[in-house]
DNA sequence: CTTGCCGGGAA
DNA sequence: TTCCCGGCAAG
């Protein structure tokens, strides 16, 4: 039965709205680029909605009229190479900032803001090249004056009809999830659809985060991160010999798992309904998570060589940096069977947040679960460079798990397909959670939890309290304690039973507000 | 008393 | 399965 929420989401995919024209390679430097035949995205896809960092949760509220308007020919095209200093749109604002990354692939460009010193992510149409700004080709020009607040980012959307209030809200609801599953975990990584590559590329959306980490009780979490489809499109990894041990850029796209806490035992912590355990062999590997890098090694030893020596090198010996490669690698657990599924999991291409609904979620890819370095995030908010990168890729990794949220709010009646995979690792988002005191006292996002004061607004795809507070407990045997988190009848209210998760409903285990 | 949700059962 | 609800336990 179509959940609630994977109606919804199938309804009003961000993906439509972000449909890749041929457009976008018209650029002078566009035309480097191959784009993705747009078309290519079946109806499924759409399902798929990447997550996307776009700008800092600010430009969110950005018009999407303004994106209209602009048209092909506001469109920007430009390489921003790194240390270029560039205007973005942020916090309302035109900023300036410099280039830390531009990534092609998701069309992504990492900046890190001078006065608000922290670095944001957002769409290279967000961004555009200070010096440029007075000397934009007339095309430009008469729409943003040289402060017109105009967003100057055009949208390489075409022939999507217009944004809507509901599509608005969908990307609140986005936002949301993400947030909130940043706050909490960043567990699992759906394995990006067979059919759904994304490029790789690390998509730097560190201190956004921050931002959008008032979202807490107050509920005021709609305005905050603004996530939107990351066109999918842009590259559509090749397929690529799965045990290929190299994946481009795609650093951060493949699960994870941070050995850091991975000793426990205890592979289930049942947060969830009865999680099934995975059923398939599962072949695991080791990802050097250094950003473009992507290296494979089946051995730990291995690949904590390779970083120590490739790319931590000289640092090592600082204390900082002591055991640091442990962080910059990864475990890969691969299913074995389904070759497509293979594929998809390690496939570079992966997009790092691809909230994809049910289509992914059923997606028997479903195989290793990223977890993101603990420490990861900290030098992520503060520092520019490769390490910041990381710590953002890290942190929008987590996004998925978001979805993993969503799904977890019909688990009730769809364990199965979702819960499979994921289950065995929410030990360890869950450590990591927990964790972050010592690894980042910068994010304070991370351990709060959401909830929404607005009954109505949140749709019941957004979860909030997810497993986050949760602390590793053994006993799940016997009557769920109470949680104290609210649930959906305080939420929404008896009167709005309707958008109660289903499990509420059914006076079941609240699956929206887990505890 | 209210709320969360388990256990069980009907559809 | 999906959906409902009696009834227990926590608060």
């Not at 004056?145 to 980012?153: C, F, K, N």
């Not at 709609?222 to 397929?239: D, Q, V, Y």
């Not at 986050?468 to 039973?497: D, F, L, M, N």
Request: glycine share 6%; charged share 20%; proline share 10%.
């Amino acid at each position: 039965m179509a959940s609630v929420l994977s109606r919804r989401l199938g309804k009003r995919s961000l993906l439509g709205a972000r449909v890749l024209g041929p457009v976008a390679s018209d650029g002078p430097l566009g035309a480097g680029l191959p784009l993705e035949p747009q078309a290519e995205l079946p109806e499924g896809s759409t399902l798929q909605p990447v997550l996307t960092c776009k700008d800092s949760g600010r430009s969110l509220e950005q018009p999407q009229e303004l994106l209209q308007a602009l048209g092909p020919a506001g469109f920007q095209q430009v390489a921003f190479q790194p240390g270029q200093k560039v205007c973005v749109w942020y916090g309302g604002r035109e900023c300036t900032g410099l280039v830390e990354q531009h990534s092609w692939a998701e069309d992504k460009v990492t900046v890190w803001l001078l006065d608000q010193k922290l670095q944001i992510c957002c769409k290279a149409e967000e961004a555009w090249l200070a010096e440029l700004q007075g000397a934009v080709p007339q095309a430009l020009s008469p729409e943003r004056g040289a402060q017109a607040p105009a967003y100057r980012p055009v949208s390489r959307n075409i022939d999507v009809p217009k944004r809507k209030s509901d599509a608005v809200e969908m990307d609140e609801m986005m936002a949301a999830m993400v947030l909130t599953s940043l706050s909490c975990s960043p567990v699992i990584q759906s394995p990006p659809g067979a059919e759904a590559s994304f490029s790789a590329s690390r998509v730097a959306c560190s201190d956004p985060w921050k931002e959008s980490g008032d979202v807490s009780d107050s509920g005021s979490s709609t305005t905050s991160g603004h996530w939107s489809g990351s066109s999918g499109i842009s590259t559509p990894s090749p397929p690529h010999p799965q045990a290929s041990p190299k994946y481009l850029g795609d650093a951060f796209g493949s699960p994870q798992t941070d050995h850091g806490f991975e000793t426990d035992p205890d592979p289930f912590l049942l947060d969830e309904p009865a999680p099934r355990k995975r059923k398939n062999s599962v072949k695991v590997v080791y990802k050097c998570l250094w950003p473009s890098c992507g290296k494979v090694l089946r051995s730990i030893v291995g690949i904590k060589r390779h970083v120590k020596a490739l790319h931590l090198g000289d640092s090592v010996d600082s204390d900082q940096f002591k055991r640091e490669e442990d962080f910059y690698y990864t475990e890969v657990q691969m299913k074995e069977d389904p070759p497509a599924a293979a594929a998809g999991t390690s496939a570079p291409g992966t997009h790092i947040i691809e909230p994809a609904p049910a289509a992914q979620v059923t997606s028997p890819s479903l195989a290793a679960l990223p977890l993101p370095p603990p420490r990861a995030q900290c030098s992520g908010s503060k520092h520019p460079g490769p390490e910041s990168s990381l710590a953002s890729a890290a942190l929008s990794k987590s996004a998925p798990s978001s979805f993993w949220h969503i799904q977890a709010d019909h688990a009730y009646q769809a364990l199965p397909s979702l819960q499979i995979p994921v289950s065995p690792h929410i030990y360890t988002s869950i450590s990591w959670a927990a964790a972050p005191a010592a690894a980042s006292p910068l994010s304070p996002v991370r351990s709060r939890s959401l909830s929404f004061s607005e009954p109505q607004q949140p749709p019941p795809a957004v979860k909030s309290h997810l497993i986050v507070t949760s602390p590793p407990r053994a006993q799940s045997s016997t009557r769920k304690a109470r949680g104290e988190a609210k649930k959906c009848r305080k939420v929404y209210g008896i009167e709005h039973r309707d958008q109660w998760c289903t499990a509420c409903r059914w006076k079941k285990a609240c699956q929206r507000f887990l505890d």
